[in-house]
């Protein structure tokens, strides 16, 4: 059977958080989860969502999803979508899926009009990099990722 995608729905929550956590496990980086059930509920299904999710399903089972957001380009003048994050269980590598997702994501790039599609991948990520370079994305190794954020974060917005 093939590999089906599919919108997340609120019912979907615990089913998102558990991918959440399983990609932290991965990425090596499970001691760095905060989000909980509530919180992640609010931010995707509340009144003003912060970010969408597609489910990938084989054989009416879960076995991956993709978490994005639209993010705007001023040089392009046309928003754009970034994907946060991108897991397919272990168990179920090889059968699509990630390829699925990623192919849903453009396609609902082109029907929104985005200039693009983009994300980042971990440096040590040997695998998924080969797979994205197979499907036509490039790594952009000229920008630097900057981040803010905990008592930095705090101390910027002058709350700390």
Known sequence: MTIHIREAAAADIHLIHGFILALAEYERLAHEVRADIKVLERHLFGPRPMAEVLIAEHDGEAVGFA??????????????????????????RGLGAGKALLVRLAQ????????????????????????YKSLGAKPMDEWTVMRVDGDALTGLAGTA
């Open 67 to 92: 978490l994005f957001f639209h993010n705007f380009s001023t040089f392009e003048g046309k928003p754009g979508i970034y994907l946060e994050d991108l897991f397919v269980n272990p168990e179920a």
């Open 108 to 131: 609902l790039a082109v029907e929104r009009e985005c200039a693009r599609l983009e994300w980042w991948v971990l440096d040590w990520n040997e695998p998924s990099i080969t797979f």
